[in-house]
């Protein structure tokens, strides 16, 4: 089975400007979950997708948004970047709504988000 | 609030010594617990979890975790480190169920020496 695709691998962009991060889900996962994982701290939870809902969002202001897709792939986007913005940004996708038994969820490698 | 402690920055040990990477959790409820790792430029890696059953549970590459719901921790052991195991440690807590997010430590890095 196919893991979990997350596009771009690094990007830079500059503050102010708008950012689209692409997730690949693992096959047969409906589930879609985003983590920021600033240097030197374990990820945080931004929001999570089921059946292209959101149904869960941690601490982070409405400027972070995402969707899921029919095929459950997903998007996150962040408008008017912040220096503080800058993270590596986790996919992680898991099959109805939770994190499976047997191992959790299925991270994807990141996307290294440099905000200058 | 629910949190997740991870007292060690780093951790150095020489290599076919035993290891551990100490873990512990604050959540209401019963909690899922779970370890992941992380090399570098990677994205994470399941090693092992603790939903119910036997306090001691065993993962991946010869880790274990000893599950003490009195002192509420959930701490990595390895009777013999490598050189290979040198990486990012995360242990992470979830209530499980439905919709469920991680909540993760703030890592430790283990570095295992020759």
């Known amino acids: 089975e196919t893991g979990v695709t997350q596009s771009p691998t690094h990007l830079i962009k500059t503050r102010g400007q708008q950012v689209t991060l692409r997730c690949s889900s693992q096959s047969g996962h409906n589930t879609v979950s985003w983590y920021q994982q600033a240097l030197g701290q374990g990820p945080q939870f931004i929001f999570q997708y089921y059946r292209e809902e959101e149904n869960g969002r941690g601490n982070f202001p409405p400027r972070f948004s995402g969707l899921q897709f029919p095929n459950y792939s997903s998007e996150l986007n962040v408008n008017a970047l912040e220096l503080d913005d800058s993270a590596l940004y986790l996919c992680?996708?898991?099959?109805?709504?939770?994190?499976?038994?047997?191992?959790?969820?299925?991270f994807g490698s990141g996307t290294r988000l440099t905000v200058v | 609030a629910q949190s997740v402690a991870q007292p060690e920055d780093q951790v150095n040990v020489a290599e076919g010594n035993p290891l551990t990477v100490k873990c512990t959790y604050s959540?209401?409820?019963?909690?899922?617990l779970f370890w992941y790792v992380q090399y570098p430029n990677r994205g994470l890696q399941f090693l092992l979890k603790y939903i119910t059953g036997d306090n001691l549970v065993k993962g991946s590459y010869g880790f274990e975790a000893e599950f003490n719901k009195s002192q509420t921790s959930f701490h990595l052991k390895k009777p013999s480190a490598l050189v290979s195991d040198s990486a990012l440690y995360f242990c992470a807590v979830s209530l499980g169920g439905g919709y469920n997010k991680l909540i993760f430590g703030a890592g430790t890095r283990l570095a295992v020496h020759p």
């Open positions: 959540v209401s409820g019963n909690p899922y």
């Open positions: 992680a996708s898991s099959p109805n709504g939770g994190p499976r038994m047997d191992y959790g969820y299925t």
